[in-house]
């Protein structure tokens, strides 16, 4: 018998336990401890019920993603499931914990379903871009019926062991303990004499209206999930359940599953979940170096950056003392968080005693002494390099030993901030995102000195606080800034070429943008990157078109949404956007008086101006070493600008593009547009020369770094 499986006899009862930490996975090894401990119960006369349990924190959680790429080892999900579906005697699954994909999928073949009351059912395989492949989408809908099958595998959504009683998923909800209870349930089906109850036998409630029941989903997906595939084949296999007998019906979803994984959603949504795990390995740090421990944060500044940076502590239980300079904007920046707060309760996601908890746990204060107990200080304070530096000497002062000292700038030089205090070492970029309570992205910005401790801090903070953690070095705009500067500059010149805004955000939310970027300035200010601009105004091109309708909107007081108009005007209760016809006339007019020839750019045309000036953006920050990874710089474009995770971020998708096409693109703009804003970085053109993507290049690095 396999390592991972055992039996034991209860009586008539055979119980077979899965035990592979940390969460049973279904493996190789834990498929063929299945089969294997079916096949031996299949001829014991003596077992008249078998309970399938698992050992550790977790029923079996789901499939093995390492597979996808490799293809499945023997014995398949198909072969063991049917052998357990099979048994002359009934099965009862036991189940606790996060139960997802594959896991949820073998319940689905035993005969019942016994659940401990914390245990989470779900079948996320949408939100990967796949199917469920295991007779998911065939046993589902036989089991719960066609609409909620259907709402399950489309929101990927898990459902609560209580749900799962209601729509006839499980058949017990158990609040004591579990594997007693499961046993004592199986016994109850020897008395009654109850047999196996094959979920393959049934018939699909609501199968009979299946055509007007699939019809309206792929209109809601053709709406909701723009531009992806899957979905719609996820539907073609369910269709299967109500249409097929159930053999074809699997056969049918095993070929949609196997394609679908090896499509290029599936493919960039794997990407981006392996991307995640690289996150943590920085080149010359060793496993052996140990984050430094955070139970007390510090922060500077209680204003739009600095409620939310202590409300992601306050949510994670982690006490937050918030100093600003004077009693009135301490109080109106505790006032904003507990609206937030409130907010979150008028919606139900929060309750009114984990509001007044973590309310608790923000304290606001005019005294930099009380920042002395914290082991980790963030400055989120006026973009003002004068400033920051004032502030880093006065935190040397009262800062204890070791505290790591955060500054969440997004543009000033972190090793000039880090030079005014006597422990460099200790001061790192943090680079949050607004709204910082909500949004999943933190850059992590290491200076030439950063100890290798503080990024490890840095990076374990991110998981403390559910954020996405990736480490940049020092330079204008780190990764996505520095990557939205070209992607924002060929959007406003195709507005000088005549495009409308609403074109040119079309053209974006198009390819999957969540939102264009014109709009999107008009959301965070149209002053903000003018004002940026203009103080580095010595460093950028001579080029009075460089950015002009954003200069002309800030001339005239259009700053976006705070003032009603900018690319766009804002009327009405809701703030929806609509075209403004005198910005448009006004961006003409300029157009006109700066000599601007008029293009018109189509769709396609705005989109790969856009993209690949980020892309070849992306391409130099690996060259100077800015971003550890291509994958890194996805994670940053997913989690954090709205980047689709369909296409699985700028570099991803570049390498389904193909980076030889994005090269002679490139080199046709640097003739047909401004050549001065059209040099493909030299990693670009050697990558493509050689015909490799940067998926392989990053093999590679990985490789010689070893
Ligand atoms: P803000 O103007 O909303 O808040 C700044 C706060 O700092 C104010 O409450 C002010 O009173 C306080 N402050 C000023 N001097 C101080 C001092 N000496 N001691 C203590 N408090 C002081 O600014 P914000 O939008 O929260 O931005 C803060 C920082 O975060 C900036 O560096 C900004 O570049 C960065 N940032 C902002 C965003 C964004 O979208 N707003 C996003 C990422 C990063």
């Known amino acids: 018998m396999s390592g991972v499986a055992s039996t034991t006899l209860h009586g008539e009862v055979a119980v077979v336990t899965i035990d592979s930490p940390p969460v049973n996975t279904m493996t190789r090894e834990v498929r063929a401890g299945l089969k294997s401990s079916f096949e031996s119960l299949r001829d014991n006369r003596e077992v008249k019920a078998i309970v399938l349990a698992c050992a550790g924190r977790t029923f079996l959680s789901g499939g093995d993603m390492r597979e996808f790429d490799t293809g499945v080892q023997e014995p398949g999900y198909h072969e063991v499931l049917r052998l357990i579906e099979d048994s002359p005697v009934p099965v009862v699954a036991a189940l606790h914990g996060t139960v997802m994909g594959g896991g949820v999928e073998t319940a689905l073949a035993c005969h019942y379903r016994v659940a401990a009351d914390v245990t989470r059912l779900g079948l996320p395989e949408i939100t990967l871009g796949i199917i469920p492949g295991a007779g998911g989408t065939q046993r589902m809908p036989r089991l719960i019926g066609l609409e909620p099958a259907l709402d399950m595998m489309l929101s990927g959504k898990p459902l609560t062991a209580q749900r799962a009683l209601e729509i006839g998923l499980v058949d017990e909800v158990v609040s004591g ?65 109500v249409r097929k007998p159930f053999d074809e019906g699997i056969a049918f979803e095993r070929s949609l599953s196997i394609e679908v994984e090896r499509a290029v959603e599936g493919r960039a949504f794997r990407h981006l979940f392996f991307g995640e795990r690289e996150l943590r390995k920085i080149p010359g740090i060793g496993a052996d170096v140990k984050g430094r421990k955070v139970e007390r944060v510090g922060i500077v500044g209680a204003g739009t950056m600095g409620g939310g940076i202590a409300m992601c502590f306050a949510n994670a239980g982690i006490p937050v003392a918030i100093v600003d300079t004077a009693q009135a904007n301490l109080d109106r920046g505790l006032a904003t968080v507990r609206k937030n707060y409130e907010r ?115 990076l374990d903070v991110a998981k403390t606080i559910k954020k996405i953690g990736v480490v940049a070095k020092v330079c204008y705009g780190f990764i996505g800034n520095r990557m939205m500067d070209p992607y924002g500059r060929e959007a406003e010149r195709c507005v ?76 009405g209760a809701y703030r929806k956007r609509t075209p403004d016809p005198e910005a448009i006339a006004m961006f003409r007019e300029e157009a006109q008086r700066l000599g601007v020839p008029q293009r018109k750019p189509s769709a396609q045309e705005i989109q790969e101006r856009c993209l690949y000036a980020m892309i070849n953006e992306g391409t130099r ?13 996805d994670m940053v474009y997913t989690a954090g600008y709205g980047f689709p995770h369909y296409r699985g971020g700028p570099m991803f998708y570049a390498d389904t593009v193909g980076l030889k096409l994005i090269l002679d693109k490139i080199v046709e703009f640097q003739k047909t547009l401004d050549p001065q804003y059209w040099q493909p970085s030299p990693l670009l053109e050697k990558l493509a020369r050689e015909g490799k993507t940067f998926a392989a290049w990053q093999a590679e690095q990985a490789e010689l770094a070893r």
């Open 177 to 241: 303990e579990l594997l007693p209870a499961a046993i004592a349930f199986a016994r109850q089906l020897i008395a009654k004499g109850a047999g196996p109850r094959r979920t393959r036998e049934r018939s699909v409630a609501g199968g009979e209206r299946a055509d007007e029941i699939i019809a309206a989903r792929r209109a809601e997906v053709a709406r909701t999930m723009r531009n992806r595939n899957s979905p719609n084949v996820l539907l073609d296999a369910v269709l299967a359940s």
């Open 344 to 458: 979150s309760v008028a919606r139900g996601s929060l309750k009114t005693q984990q509001m007044a908890q973590r309310l608790a746990l923000i304290q606001g204060s005019l005294d930099y002494a009380d920042l002395g107990a914290a082991d980790l200080i963030i400055e989120a304070v006026f973009e003002n390099l004068a400033l920051k530096k004032e502030i880093f000497a006065r935190l040397d002062t009262v800062a204890k030993p070791g505290a790591v000292l955060g500054t969440n700038t997004s543009t000033l030089d972190i090793d000039e901030i880090a030079a005014v205090t006597t422990r460099p070492q200790d001061v790192i970029g943090l680079h949050f995102f607004s709204p910082a309570n909500v949004m999943q992205l933190l850059e992590i910005v290491q200076t030439s000195r950063t100890a290798a401790d503080v990024l490890m801090t840095a």
């Open 621 to 633: 920050l690996l060259e100077e070493g800015i971003a550890l990874r291509a994958s890194d710089i």
């Open 496 to 571: 000088m070429e005549g495009a409308t805004p609403e074109r040119v955000d079309a053209a974006l939310e198009g390819f999957g943008m969540a939102m264009g970027i014109l709009a999107v300035y008009d959301m965070a200010g149209i002053d903000v990157g003018y004002l940026t601009r203009k103080e580095r105004a010595h460093l950028l091109p001579k080029d009075p078109s460089f950015y002009r309708p954003t200069a002309l909107l800030t001339e005239r007081g259009w700053l976006g949404q705070k003032s009603g108009r900018g690319y766009y005007r804002y009327d």
